[in-house]
């Protein structure tokens, strides 16, 4: 997933940046409420972590300018502004959950779980998990298990499961793959992602387990039970 966090104090950031990124997630950084709103309308991001304080234009005005763009992108407050009344302020300017400083950042994952489950239903109907045959995958804390064993990946493995999973049923391509997860905007020539495959299919499909992960060929691959 891809996480964009508005916030202007750099310690504040870098934490949350940091456990995001070791769950294997990708995190863009705004320090100011004018950066976070261009980056929030010219990306795409799956949640944005929203501060109120923040110089050039306060989290309340990016997230109502957000809103009236039309964008649905889930947000999470995260403000030391905790009352009561804040938080009626700030879920009615169109937030999606609002959490108060400090706070756990155990609590910080599943608040992110909650508002990306409500936002994509059709992709998480398992408890916040994406699931398809028996194999389950849970994004924010980048677990993977089929049917009842855990499934060790690494982030690159994961990523690639993570995107099938997302276009379960559908053909990914080659270049589809790269841009995901490796961020190229070009083929780089290398058998990467003949590698990385190659070792998740050793991973998912076990003998004696309906295969998952199949190659279309001529096309690319596809995460289907048939």
């Given at each position: 997933?891809?996480?964009?966090?508005?916030?202007?104090?750099?310690?504040?950031?870098?934490?949350?940046?940091?456990?995001?990124?070791?769950?294997?997630?990708?995190?863009?950084?705004?320090?100011?409420?004018?950066?976070?709103?261009?980056?929030?309308?010219?990306?795409?991001?799956?949640?944005?972590?929203?501060?109120?304080?923040?110089?050039?234009?306060?989290?309340?005005?990016?997230?109502?300018?957000?809103?009236?763009?039309?964008?649905?992108?889930?947000?999470?407050?995260?403000?030391?502004?905790?009352?009561?009344?804040?938080?009626?302020?700030?879920?009615?300017?169109?937030?999606?959950?609002?959490?108060?400083?400090?706070?756990?950042?155990?609590?910080?994952?599943?608040?992110?779980?909650?508002?990306?489950?409500?936002?994509?239903?059709?992709?998480?109907?398992?408890?916040?998990?994406?699931?398809?045959?028996?194999?389950?995958?849970?994004?924010?804390?980048?677990?993977?298990?089929?049917?009842?064993r855990s499934i060790e990946l690494s982030t690159k493995e994961y990523q690639i499961v993570e995107y099938l999973m997302r276009h379960a049923r559908q053909v990914v391509t080659r270049t589809m793959l790269?841009?995901?997860v490796w961020d190229y905007g070009f083929d780089p020539g290398t058998n990467v992602i003949d590698v990385h495959i190659s070792r998740l299919r050793t991973k998912i499909d076990r003998e004696g387990e309906?295969?998952?992960?199949?190659?279309?060929?001529?096309?690319?691959?596809?995460?289907?039970?048939?």
């Amino acid at each position: 997933m891809k996480f964009l966090i508005i916030e202007d104090d750099r310690p504040t950031a870098e934490y949350l940046r940091q456990g995001l990124r070791e769950l294997g997630h990708a995190c863009d950084h705004a320090s100011s409420g004018l950066d976070g709103l261009t980056q929030a309308l010219t990306s795409h991001y799956d949640a944005i972590i929203l501060d109120r304080n923040l110089p050039q234009l306060d989290g309340l005005s990016v997230l109502q300018a957000i809103r009236s763009q039309g964008q649905r992108v889930p947000v999470l407050i995260l403000s030391a502004q905790g009352q009561v009344d804040d938080r009626v302020l700030g879920l009615n300017a169109g937030a999606d959950d609002y959490l108060a400083k400090p706070c756990s950042f155990e609590e910080l994952v599943a608040r992110l779980s909650a508002i990306v489950r409500r936002g994509e239903p059709e992709l998480q109907p398992h408890g916040g998990k994406m699931k398809v045959a028996d194999l389950e995958l849970d994004p924010l804390r980048r677990t993977a298990v089929r049917n009842g064993r855990s499934i060790e990946l690494s982030t690159k493995e994961y990523q690639i499961v993570e995107y099938l999973m997302r276009h379960a049923r559908q053909v990914v391509t080659r270049t589809m793959l790269l841009e995901a997860v490796w961020d190229y905007g070009f083929d780089p020539g290398t058998n990467v992602i003949d590698v990385h495959i190659s070792r998740l299919r050793t991973k998912i499909d076990r003998e004696g387990e309906a295969p998952l992960l199949h190659t279309v060929r001529g096309a690319g691959y596809r995460l289907s039970d048939h």
